[in-house]
């Protein structure tokens, strides 16, 4: 997806400006740790000692990074619509 345009106005306000593309990153990753924080607790609820994989330290060390990647894709793809409000405050 690609950053909404700035006006005319808010580009030439402010100290040294960020690049747009810069700003619209952060918004997104920013959106990707907050599902990352929301769909944590869905996957501590999962009991995994009886998965195909049978549980064990290393999947639950796995876990967290599967959670943030899901969180990751799911903000690239569209997201729940944050990422959006968040750029409009870093501009």
Do not use: C, R
């Amino acid at each position: 997806m690609n950053p909404p345009a700035i006006s005319p106005a808010l580009a030439s306000a402010g100290p040294a400006p960020v690049p747009a593309a810069k700003l619209w990153k952060a918004a997104q990753d920013f959106e990707a740790m907050a599902l990352g924080q929301m769909l944590s607790p869905i996957f501590e609820t999962v009991d995994i000692a009886h998965s195909p994989f049978g549980g064990g330290d290393a999947e639950e060390t796995w876990q967290s990074l599967l959670v943030s990647e899901l969180g990751k894709m799911i903000a690239s793809h569209g997201g729940i619509g944050l990422a959006q409000p968040v750029y409009q405050e870093l501009l």
